[in-house]
């Protein structure tokens, strides 16, 4: 027979409910942790696409007398064929092997030099605020990457173009300015006419400031802050490229 000594003491109620407030403290600690862990590691997966964009951007370099990419418009540098033609050329342009109407399609010309076409595709795409109904840049465009092409606005050198006369590529040896800031695409949403009031605009974003990953033209990426002014500067004549900026 067990006596009232040997069963030992019970919880009370208090304490039980110590031990439960204490558990709600913990979780509550370690659940933003957990999701600002997610968020970096998205944050760094992108740097990492655009880090390997980069190298192919290099490669490219190599074979073309140091030229940037010549490409029809603004979403057909790099990537699959996406399921709009509103930044391609008709009937697409995509991977190697991709067809339209069972005829192959151009080669975007950056894919040559890259092994996965999923490396342009940002784990944190929301989609494009300009086109209603575009949900996920890279299923739309076949990219979640807008470099800067063929037009200087927003204060930043056009890097890639149509080679059309009058919109000739840049080169890597363009004396304006270093190639360690010269941006030469960074996350679709980058532009400034994209308001932050959008959360749909805020990639990687908790804070409402305009940072996003970009590729700079030696190679590297890095989470740059822009400054909230460039949404004022879609004219280039309101800010010419300046490599003080940080980027050009």
Same mark, same amino acid.
């Given at each position: 027979?067990? *006596? =009232?000594?040997?069963?030992?003491?019970? @919880? #009370?109620l208090i304490e039980l %409910?110590?031990? /439960?407030?204490?558990?709600? /403290?913990l979780? =509550? /600690?370690?659940?933003?942790a957990?999701a600002?862990s997610?968020?970096?590691?998205?944050?760094?997966?992108c740097?990492?696409?655009?880090?390997?964009?980069?190298?192919?951007t #290099? +490669?490219y370099?190599? &074979?073309?007398?140091?030229?940037? =990419?010549? $490409?029809?418009?603004?979403?057909?540098v790099?990537?699959?064929?996406?399921t709009k033609? #509103?930044?391609d050329?008709?009937?697409?342009?995509?991977?190697?092997?991709?067809?339209?109407?069972?005829?192959?399609?151009?080669i975007?010309p950056l894919?040559?030099?890259?092994?996965?076409?999923?490396?342009?595709k940002?784990p &944190?795409?929301?989609?494009d605020?300009?086109?209603?109904?575009?949900v996920?840049?890279y299923?739309?465009?076949? *990219?979640?990457y807008?470099?800067?092409?063929?037009?200087?606005?927003?204060?930043?050198? $056009?890097?890639?173009? #149509?080679?059309?006369?009058?919109?000739?590529p840049?080169? &890597?040896?363009?004396?304006?300015?270093? +190639?360690t800031?010269? %941006?030469?695409m960074?996350?679709w949403?980058? $532009?400034?006419?994209?308001?932050?009031?959008?959360? +749909?605009?805020l990639?990687?974003?908790?804070?409402? %400031?305009?940072?996003?990953?970009? %590729?700079?033209?030696?190679? $590297?990426a890095a989470?740059? *802050? @822009?400054?909230?002014? /460039?949404?004022?500067?879609?004219?280039?004549?309101?800010?010419?490229?300046?490599?003080?900026r940080?980027?050009?």
């Open positions: 027979m067990f *006596t =009232a000594r040997s069963r030992g003491r019970a @919880f #009370t %409910l110590i031990v /439960i407030l204490i558990i709600a /403290i979780v =509550a /600690i370690i659940l933003p957990l600002r997610k968020t970096l590691s998205r944050l760094v997966r740097s990492a696409n655009l880090a390997q964009i980069g190298v192919a #290099t +490669q370099h190599n &074979d073309n007398n140091g030229s940037y =990419a010549v $490409h029809s418009n603004w979403g057909n790099v990537g699959p064929r996406g033609l #509103t930044y050329e008709s009937p697409g342009t995509g991977w190697e092997g991709e067809e339209s109407g069972g005829k192959a399609l151009k975007r894919n040559r030099y890259l092994s996965n076409k999923t490396v342009v940002c &944190d795409d929301r989609g605020y300009l086109n209603k109904g575009v996920n840049c299923e739309a465009y076949g *990219t979640s807008l470099p800067s092409w063929n037009y200087e606005n927003f204060a930043t050198a $056009h890097t890639s173009a #149509t080679g059309a006369k009058g919109f000739r840049m080169r &890597d040896s363009d004396p304006r300015g270093p +190639q800031s010269k %941006l030469v960074s996350e949403v980058w $532009h400034g006419n994209r308001p932050l009031t959008e959360p +749909q605009n990639w990687h974003n908790i804070r409402a %400031l305009r940072q996003y990953n970009i %590729l700079f033209g030696d190679g $590297h989470f740059f *802050t @822009f400054p909230r002014e /460039i949404e004022k500067w879609f004219d280039p004549s309101a800010a010419p490229p300046d490599p003080a940080g980027w050009w």
